[in-house]
Nanobody, 124 residues
Framework: QVQLVESGGGLVQAGGSLRLSCALF????????MGWLRQAPGKEREFVAA????????TYADSVKGRFTISRDNANNTMYLQMNSLKPEDTAVYYC?????????????????WGQGSQVTVSS
C-alpha cells in the first residue's frame, strides 16, 4: 500500500506564492506517475497537474496553467507544486496523488492513491 504525505500548505495573500511537497513511501518512486488534485469547499475534487515518471512530461488544468509548476526529485522520492500568483479561487485542500506506471495521468480518475491533503487558503 503506497503512502503519500503532503506538506507546505498555509495561508497566503492573493498574488503570493506557496510550494507544496509530497513524499511517497512503500513503493519505488520512479515507478509512479504523480499529480495534484484539489477540492474547494462545496465543490467536487478536480485535477490540477500531473507529471510522468521521469519528470519530462507535465500537464496542467487550464485554471492554473502559467501560474503553477509541477516537478519531482526522484533521488529524494519527492514531488512539488510551486504555486505563484495565487488567487482566492485557488483556496482548497490539495491532495498528492499517484498511479503506477510510466504514462502521464490526465484525468482525476487516473489516480489510484491519494494523500490526506494539505489546506491552502488565499485571502483577498
Amino acid at each position: 500500500q503506497v503512502q503519500l504525505v503532503e506538506s507546505g500548505g498555509g495561508l497566503v495573500q492573493a498574488g503570493g506564492s506557496l510550494r507544496l511537497s509530497c513524499a511517497l513511501f512503500k513503493r519505488p518512486f520512479t515507478r509512479n506517475a504523480m499529480g495534484w488534485l484539489r477540492q474547494a469547499p462545496g465543490k467536487e475534487r478536480e485535477f490540477v497537474a500531473a507529471i510522468n515518471w521521469s519528470g519530462a512530461v507535465t500537464t496542467y488544468a487550464d485554471s492554473v496553467k502559467g501560474r503553477f509548476t509541477i516537478s519531482r526529485d526522484n533521488a529524494n522520492n519527492t514531488m512539488y507544486l510551486q504555486m505563484n500568483s495565487l488567487k482566492p479561487e485557488d483556496t482548497a485542500v490539495y491532495y498528492c496523488a499517484a498511479r503506477p506506471g510510466s504514462s502521464l495521468p490526465t484525468l482525476l480518475t487516473d489516480f489510484t492513491s491519494w494523500g490526506q491533503g494539505s489546506q491552502v487558503t488565499v485571502s483577498s
